[in-house]
């Protein structure tokens, strides 16, 4: 195990599964108490168990990210747990409906922008000044790469993903003279359960085909990247948009 995040209290939403589970492992690993955040209790608390069974220090909290007293109960569950707050990785998030705009109901409109984008929103509100009254830290929200694109049948996910980046970048010129760097990370297609158990193949093939490095991404190599911008290996990177698509944009 390293000592790269020793010391530090970090919060991932989404942590019980894919890239937020992937994640708080390595911060864990890396030093850092881990509060894991998801609307499934059981399944952060699996995550969790795995982290503390490792040697790492971790504890599940169950939060609806599009609530706002939720967002600030999981900063306020951080600091009463560990004794503060210095990361945090908002990265839990749906696709929603796949309607074309005409067909889009706006519940469904709302239900995307309230856990993707106003989810993002109420997350940082609550967790700069818990930040700023630990000496600064940093915050990564995850985008996709339809926070750079349009793609039909996903216009409430392509607003919501455009809007992370938007708030990121406005965020990061705010508060960034006061010890926070704030990033966002924008992955092609990842290799999540749901298309990992795909029956069909052409399907499959066809999302793998979007990706000149021939492959979808695997959740670790995600979460490598969001620890990298929450170490202090990205001292100097703040407002940046990520990229980590396997060459997705490039084609």
Known sequence: ???????????????????GA??????????????????????????????VNAGGKAAAFKADVANPEDAEATVEFAKKTYGGLHLAFNNAGIVGPEKYVGDLTPKGWQTVININLN????????????????????????????????IADLSAYCASKHGVAGLTKSA????????????????????????????????????????????????????????FLLSDKASFMSGSQVVVDGGFLSV
């Not at 195990?1 to 890239?19: P, R």
């Not at 994640?23 to 955040?37: D, E, F, R």
């Not at 993002?120 to 694109?149: D, E, K, R, W």
């Open 22 to 51: 992937e994640t708080a492992k390595i911060l864990a690993a890396g030093g850092a108490s881990v509060v894991l955040s998801d609307i499934s209790l059981p399944a952060a608390e699996e995550v969790a168990a795995e982290i």
């Open 172 to 227: 990061s010129i705010e508060y960034g003279k006061q010890g926070i760097r704030i990033n966002s990370l924008h992955p092609g297609y990842v290799m999540t359960p749901l298309i990992a158990q795909w029956t069909d193949t052409e399907l499959k093939d066809a999302l793998i085909g979007l990706h000149p490095i021939g492959r979808l991404a695997e959740p670790k190599e995600i979460a490598e990247v969001a620890c």
């Open 119 to 150: 989810g993002v929103f109420y997350a940082m509100h609550y967790q700069i000044p818990a930040i700023l009254a630990s000496g600064g830290g940093a915050i990564v929200n995850t985008s996709s790469i339809a926070g750079f694109i349009g």
């Open 1 to 19: 195990m390293s000592n790269e995040f020793q010391g530090k209290v970090a919060i991932v939403s989404g942590g019980g599964s894919g890239i």
